[in-house]
């Protein structure tokens, strides 16, 4: 496979000449940290969408990225940051945009197999209402949605978000395909909802990621259907809106956790399917009663960082499944991981909020997880595919449902208090992935 290396070279060159030109243009205007990040992000957008064009080779882009994450690194760790880097590192809050940016770049080039309309999308949408919502935001944002720890998100901008992904989804399906127009405005719409919640719940600068994947997945999964079931997947959207925002009442969830809450019950149910929403739907409901909430529980708001911990390896499979295939092989596996999700989040309840022993947690925390999603779970694999899963794999499956509790438990044994932060979050999603990782491999290895 040839390496272009001009093309590697022009683009390589061209980031240099735009932080340069950026810098000397910031010492005559004196330009708004934002300003300047956002000056960058928009001229790199422009770059990447003429890679379809200059590039043929996957390879080619994976090494253009790789020397892009390595300057950046160099850029943001040394003292060239005061020289170049003021257009990417003037701005307080922290951030990996950047980074992502790159790895994103390269991963739509990948998927999309020369696809010019499955590139060109997402990289648009990235670039421009990215751009539109965070200027928009910040100088004109009144209404906060924001609670507790979450990154700060106006209305206002997440309003421009819609209207410019709108419009970057919508006109490039009318002018370069034979999409009908019906369709192309409803693709339109269900991207540019989704993925404006999307970025209404990032952080650290990962909607550089999440966007344009999420981009991708939408536009590629929603192009090819049948203008019935692009308004089946419309009204799907609605009900999951109208659903969420009676759960508002509950107030276990901050609003963005509702907005996370929106958007991973859409994609789970076009990536996977709609029986595919059981096990996070059973998750929802339950991980909050059975026992019901304590009074020293209701100060204890679920924020989206937090509803993110409990999701992320769930979507992952979703997208796993999405590109192979693999539905009935993997549903049980993505059902057990939401299970685990239960158990730990049960066995935290019990021990820390309502008192009970190590070992009444740790058995009540699994009978909840199996009785509650696992059993569920089982009786959708056999309503949907006609078949139970293999006694080995079942056996393998409660296993790991068991070890998460004892895993938590064992993790927790110095924990005198605990509390619902992210931080404690990411050490549940850790013993789930481990677990859920194990079980994938094994079921990887009798496929194949």
């Not at 940290?33 to 003429?50: P, Q």
């Not at 979507?315 to 991981?337: D, P, Q, R």
Request: charged share 15%; net charge positive.
């Amino acid at each position: 496979m040839n390496i272009e290396w001009k093309s590697i070279l022009f683009v390589s060159i061209t980031l240099i000449i735009t932080l340069i030109l950026i810098k000397i243009i910031d010492k005559k205007l004196k330009l708004n940290g934002e300003i300047k990040r956002k000056i960058f992000h928009v001229s790199m957008g422009l770059i990447m969408l003429t890679f379809p064009y200059i590039f043929t080779s996957v390879l080619s882009v994976g090494i253009l990225g790789i020397i892009a994450i390595c300057f950046l690194y160099f850029l943001r760790n040394t003292k060239l940051k005061d020289i170049l880097g003021t257009a990417l590192y003037s701005v307080e809050r922290e951030s990996m945009g950047e980074i992502f940016f790159a790895i994103s770049v390269f991963l739509i080039f990948y998927l999309s197999k020369g696809n010019k309309i499955l590139y060109s999308i997402p990289i648009l949408i990235l670039t421009f209402a990215d751009t539109a919502a965070a200027l928009i935001g910040k100088n004109y944002g009144k209404k906060n949605l924001a609670e507790l720890n979450e990154d700060s998100k106006s209305l206002e901008g997440s309003f421009m978000f819609f209207m410019v992904a709108f419009m970057a989804t919508l006109v490039p399906l009318l002018l370069h395909t034979q999409v009908g127009r019906e369709e192309c405005l409803i693709i339109s719409t269900i991207v540019g909802f989704n993925v404006a919640l999307i970025e209404m719940i990032s952080h650290t600068g990962n909607d550089n990621l999440l966007i344009p994947l999420t981009t991708f997945a939408l536009v590629a999964t929603h192009i090819g259907l049948e203008v019935d079931y692009l308004r089946r997947n419309l009204l799907i959207l609605g009900i999951i809106f109208i659903l969420v925002t009676i759960a508002n009442r509950v107030k276990a969830w901050s609003k963005l956790a509702l907005v996370e809450i929106l958007v991973t019950g859409y994609l789970t149910i076009t990536l996977y399917g709609t029986y595919a929403i059981v096990p996070p739907l059973l998750l929802l409901l339950t991980v909050m009663r059975f026992p019901k909430i304590r009074e020293n529980e209701k100060n204890n708001l679920y924020d989206a960082r937090i509803i993110e911990t409990n999701i992320i390896i769930g979507i992952a499979i979703c997208g796993i499944v999405a590109i192979t295939g693999w539905n009935k092989e993997f549903f049980m596996i993505y059902a057990t991981c939401y299970t685990m999700h239960l158990v730990v989040n049960t066995f935290v309840r019990l021990k820390y909020y309502l008192n009970k022993s190590e070992s009444d947690s740790i058995l009540i925390a699994i009978s909840k997880g199996i009785a509650f999603v696992f059993i569920p779970s089982l009786i959708v694999q056999k309503i949907v595919f006609n078949e139970f899963i293999q006694i080995n794999m079942l056996i393998l499956m409660i296993l790991a449902v068991v070890l998460s509790a004892l895993f938590i438990c064992i993790k927790k044994k110095k924990t005198d208090v605990e509390e619902i932060s992210i931080h404690n979050g990411y050490i549940h999603t850790k013993i789930v992935f481990i677990l859920t990782t194990i079980i994938s491999a094994v079921q990887f290895l009798q496929l194949v």
